[in-house]
């Protein structure tokens, strides 16, 4: 009994997660972009199937997209770019920004939407970031909109997972300045 019970204790000690975890950087926003909203909601970030899941994919040069199970992002998808892009919408506007639900009294001003049709690493080199996004106005304070977007970032795939997630944070800052820019 006492051998089964070691014999337990060691494989559960053995038993953990092979897998490694990598974050993605928050890039610097640049330069202000002042908008007509003083705050903004964002919606949670909607990403195709693949895309919200913890398994990073990448293209392979026949078109397929795969994963490997051990190399995981570090946080669920959808939920980091959402609070990353209400970091960088507030960094770049200077608006009060908060990711969905908003936590303060006040209705927001505006509220943005981005619904991603496809992310991925592409065998090319390059990160591919593409979809809609959308601009609703609560308070009416300012124009209702909507736009595509189409960004795209280098990596290096001799660099591994790091540079993927370097180019994924720099679309989503381009995201950023982009509905800063011409969604306000």
Do not use: H, K
């Amino acid at each position: 009994m006492r051998v089964a019970l070691l014999l337990t204790i060691a494989l559960a000690g053995c038993a953990g997660d092979p897998s490694l975890r990598f974050a993605v950087p928050q890039p610097a926003a640049g330069d202000p972009i002042r908008i007509a909203a003083r705050t903004v909601e964002i919606r949670e970030v909607t990403l195709p199937t693949y895309a919200d899941s913890e398994e990073i994919f990448v293209e392979s040069p026949g078109g397929f997209i795969s994963s490997d199970p051990s190399l995981l992002w570090a946080d669920q998808p959808s939920r980091a770019m959402t609070l990353s892009l209400s970091r960088l919408m507030g960094e770049i506007t200077g608006a009060r920004t908060a990711p969905e639900p908003w936590p303060f009294e006040s209705i927001p001003d505006a509220r943005i939407e981005v619904r991603v049709d496809e992310m991925v690493a592409g065998a090319d080199g390059l990160f591919r970031f593409s979809g809609q996004y959308f601009i609703g106005s609560p308070t009416e304070r300012v124009a209702e909109r909507s736009g595509v977007f189409s960004l795209t970032a280098p990596y290096q795939s001799d660099l591994g997972i790091p540079s993927i997630a370097n180019a994924r944070a720099v679309v989503l800052r381009d995201l950023a300045r982009l509905i800063a820019d011409q969604g306000f």
